[in-house]
């Protein structure tokens, strides 16, 4: 248990490092093509830049700190993220294609960039993630005590851990940490209409 909570949390610091390398990279993209702008452009770059730094470092500090408010946050910055650095990416293969070498060293090293942020995006929905997370470690101890037909899941509105039997869960079934529905109406729907 303690090596899985271990590992747990270098993959944590990994992320968080992550965060914030490339939220500074993007910063200072940002600002490089805002010095190239003249007027009222530039002040409307710089008030981007600085905004967009504000943000991102704000996500990561919430993110490093183990801030629930900033789980969801994290992960749509994460997102955005690796959309920026494909379309980064996608814009040196073409200036490499037109023969700037340097655009094709920049390009491949973004390519293992994206994949390595891609695979480790599956750590914001890995259940033992999440509840270490949010300090709920104990429940992590539980899922050794399920039950054949058990799991463990995350509620998706207050991301508390839960014991669930997938196969018998329904749109009645309510998380008992919040009280909301553990099956949203759509998949609910979705399922239904499958059946019939």
């Known amino acids: 248990m303690g090596k899985d909570l271990a590992t747990i949390q270098r993959v944590h610091r990994s992320m968080s490092s992550t965060l914030l390398w490339l939220t500074l990279l993007f910063f200072f993209l940002l600002l490089s093509f805002t010095t190239g702008l003249k007027g009222s452009l530039f002040q409307i770059g710089m008030f981007i830049s600085i905004l967009t730094l504000t943000v991102g470092m704000t996500i990561y500090y919430g993110f490093s700190r183990r801030k ?108 008992p940490n919040c009280g909301d529905k553990l099956v949203s109406d759509e998949v609910v729907a979705k399922f239904s209409a499958e059946e019939e």
């Open 68 to 175: 629930i408010w900033a789980y969801r946050l994290a992960i749509v910055h994460w997102l955005f993220l690796i959309l920026i650095c494909s379309l980064i990416t996608l814009l040196d293969l073409i200036s490499g294609i037109q023969g700037d070498v340097m655009s094709v060293i920049m390009a491949i090293m973004l390519i293992f960039i994206v994949i390595g942020m891609v695979k480790r995006f599956t750590s914001f929905s890995n259940p033992m993630f999440m509840a270490w997370y949010i300090g709920q470690s104990s429940n992590i101890l539980a899922s050794s005590k399920l039950q054949s037909n058990e799991m463990m899941a995350a509620c998706p509105h207050c991301l508390s851990i839960l014991a669930v039997k997938p196969l018998d869960l329904s749109g009645a079934d309510l998380c």
